[in-house]
């Protein structure tokens, strides 16, 4: 039966990845350990060959080396058993033959000694060149890829760029045809050190046989035929050598016949694959070493499930390192770096930002996560889920940076709200089920992105005499927000309002959706919303003021105390906060159509989303109180009754609130954020 041979594929040599460096270090430790044993082996043999004196200790030592190589447990030593069986009964024989004489010497040394002595100058100290050759190619290439990813993203030096590329591809061909070297040099030894255990031994046993005739018992028919099966066994070893040799030296030619832009980073011929739900390859990730300074570590990333697991070199296993479940994932610009992104755990206290090597790379990554973020993996069929909502975020993300007005000729011009986009008519909703999300959100809906203020803004302000417009709506002598430094206090007798609660947020996106009556609608809006994003590369917002009163809810520019765009309460139908990121919240506005000439117009419904400095839910629970004020003003008995329940100052004369984290004031100034969505 054949022995079973482990081999380095030479495919995965260029690739480089922790699983082949893993079973090289097996291939290496079983080299080292062969090399102490061929040194152990030969100084038996040579104490044989110079010591005639000691001729029957020496044989004796030499029995016992040859019955250790059974208890050395070599990790590639399956197979072995021909091998075993047969230095087992090479060392009977050498316990019995323990009478040589001197001249056994010149045999010994030319048919023993000597081809243990070459096969450890010739093939183990190439074995340990190679390996040095294989290190220092390595740590060139590293240091190549260090260049490399330092090159800046803004006003590169086009022939710094091509210099360092060539670098890189010079220094990746140079480790690749050192590894393949290396590579076929570790399989060929598994072969010749079988050869090179048997073939001394072989020697040793015809030397004995020519020159004493006194063991006639030991040269009988059993003898020869044991010693034949033996040399056929090398030969037969030594051709599969050969047929192994010449087929890696066919696989080794064929791979080094490749094109160099495989060599080349960012050289990507093959589109970007949009649908993967698992990836695996090297990324930079960046590690803060100081309070202020940071380093960057080349590690091999591969997912597991919605698992991303990282495995540095020489490690036998990967570790999980962020589960991505419900996690999002952005590009950023980061420390003058390319193809950088930032992946987000959904309670956005863990964020780890990466490098890619390619753009493609770059692309494939980010779409892999934003796959498995949605569980994709964990349905029947992931692939074909991946294809078909890939195709349709294509489709219904068009990014829009400012909102467009409503169509000309509108009946009610005044009811038309900026970012009001129409639904498709005729939206049917599922009752019982849960609902799909074509019947929440209509695919191809375009997602708006920022709210430019309207130009007539700025005018009305200049015609005013400069003097800013109060947002809140109150006089000089009405001020009614004051801070106790514990509680936010709402003043309670106003004239229009009764509730006034400014947050600072961001707004992330707006589209049509096609009800407003469940809050499944605001969370598929969302998860689109954070989709197009991470698709299209949009990652900056603005911060804004959302203002929640008893009456309307207002978004306020910090700087100017412009009302972007303003909504009455009674069209906010539906809000939420996100159930697994606490900053994220939406809620959706009704409209009318009338398109259709309709004159009371079809309704129309549209989905906000924000992230908030603060819990979500603390808006959602200011939007509901100003709704019940509202409510409860068409009943004074009933508002009296509201009234008595809300916590007051002792004067009565406030709302007592909690306060806002954070201070508003503060972000006033800060624009274009990084959105942490």
Not at 128 to 145: P, Q, R, V, Y
Not at 277 to 282: E, P, R, S
Not at 526 to 555: C, D, G, K, P, Y
Not at 652 to 657: A, E, P, Q, R, T
Request: glycine content about 6%; hydrophobic content about 35%.
């Amino acid at each position: 039966m054949p022995a079973v041979h482990h081999k380095l594929l030479l495919e995965d040599a260029l690739q480089d990845s922790p699983q082949t460096r893993s079973l090289l270090s097996v291939f290496e430790e079983d080299a080292g350990m062969l090399t102490d044993y061929t040194n152990q082996l030969l100084q038996s043999m040579q104490r044989v060959f110079g010591a005639q004196s000691e001729m029957g200790l020496a044989t004796e030592q030499l029995s016992q080396r040859l019955l250790e190589y059974e208890k050395k447990n070599f990790a590639l030593g399956k197979g072995d058993e021909e091998v075993i069986n047969t230095l087992q009964n090479f060392a009977k024989s050498v316990g019995e033959l323990n009478s040589l004489h001197s001249e056994l010497a010149n045999q010994m040394a030319d048919s023993m000694v000597f081809p243990l002595i070459q096969f450890r100058e010739k093939d183990l100290t190439e074995i340990s060149t190679l390996k040095e050759i294989f290190g220092i190619a390595t740590d060139e290439h590293e240091a190549a890829m260090v260049k490399y990813s330092r090159l800046p993203k803004k006003k590169e030096n086009e022939k710094l760029k091509a210099d360092l590329v060539k670098e890189v591809a010079y220094t990746r061909r140079k480790q690749h045809q050192a590894s393949l070297q290396y590579y076929c040099a570790l399989n060929a030894l598994q072969y010749r050190k079988r050869v090179a255990m048997l073939e001394p031994m072989l020697g040793y046993t015809h030397a004995q046989i020519s020159f004493f005739k006194k063991g006639i018992e030991l040269v009988s028919k059993k003898m020869d035929t044991f010693l034949a099966s033996v040399s056929n066994m090398t030969q037969s070893i030594q051709a599969q050598l050969d047929s192994e040799a010449e087929a890696m030296r066919m696989a080794q030619r064929e791979l080094l016949s490749v094109e160099d832009t495989i060599y080349m980073p960012d050289k990507d011929i093959e589109p970007v694959n949009r649908t993967l739900i698992q990836k695996a390859g090297y990324l930079n990730i960046r590690n803060k070493t100081g309070l202020v300074t940071t380093a960057w570590d080349r590690l091999y990333f591969f997912t597991q499930g919605g698992n991303l697991m990282c495995q540095p070199r020489g490690a036998v296993a990967g570790g999980m390192i962020l589960d991505l479940d419900n996690s999002s994932v952005m590009a950023v610009e980061c420390e003058d770096r390319r193809y950088c992104f930032q992946i987000t755990s959904p309670s956005g206290k863990t964020s780890m930002i990466l490098q890619a090597e390619s753009k493609r790379e770059y692309e494939e990554w980010i779409c892999t996560v934003n796959n498995i973020s949605r569980q994709i993996y964990l349905t029947d069929n992931p692939e074909a889920v991946a294809i078909r909502m890939n195709q349709s975020a294509i489709q219904a993300v068009t990014p829009i940076t400012s909102f467009e007005k409503r169509q000309e000729g509108s009946p009610n011009p005044d009811r038309a709200k900026p970012g009001a986009v129409h639904a498709a008519s005729g939206a049917s909703q599922k009752t019982g089920a849960a609902p799909e999300p074509e019947d929440l959100i209509a695919p191809g809906t375009p997602i708006q992105f920022d709210i430019m203020l309207p130009a007539s803004e700025f005018q009305d302000q200049n015609r005013a005499g400069g003097r800013r417009t109060n947002p809140f709506g109150e006089t000089d002598d009405d001020c009614s927000a004051e801070s106790d430094g514990n509680h936010f206090l709402i003043q309670t007798q106003h004239n229009d309002s009764l509730l006034q609660q400014v947050f600072a947020v961001r707004f992330l996106g707006s589209m049509a959706v096609r009800c407003g009556d469940n809050q499944e609608v605001i969370y598929e809006a969302m998860r689109q919303v954070l989709a197009a994003r991470a698709i299209h590369n949009i990652f900056r917002t603005t911060e804004s003021h959302l203002m929640v009163t008893s009456s309307s809810l207002r978004l306020i520019d910090p700087q100017t105390q412009v009302t972007r765009i303003s909504f009455q309460l009674g069209e906010v139908c539906q809000f939420a906060a996100h159930q697994e990121n606490g900053r994220l919240m939406g809620f959706v506005v009704e409209g009318r159509d009338w398109s259709d000439g309709d004159e009371e117009g079809e309704p129309s419904f549209s989905a906000f989303v924000f992230e908030s400095n603060t819990e979500g839910e603390k808006i959602c629970y200011t939007i509901n109180l100003a709704k019940e004020i509202t409510e409860a003003k068409k009943d004074p008995e009933a508002l009296a009754e509201l009234m008595k329940n809300m916590p007051l100052t002792n004067d009565g004369k406030f709302l007592l609130l909690e306060p806002e984290t954070g201070d508003t004031n503060d972000g006033a100034g800060q624009e274009d954020l990084e959105s942490e969505a």
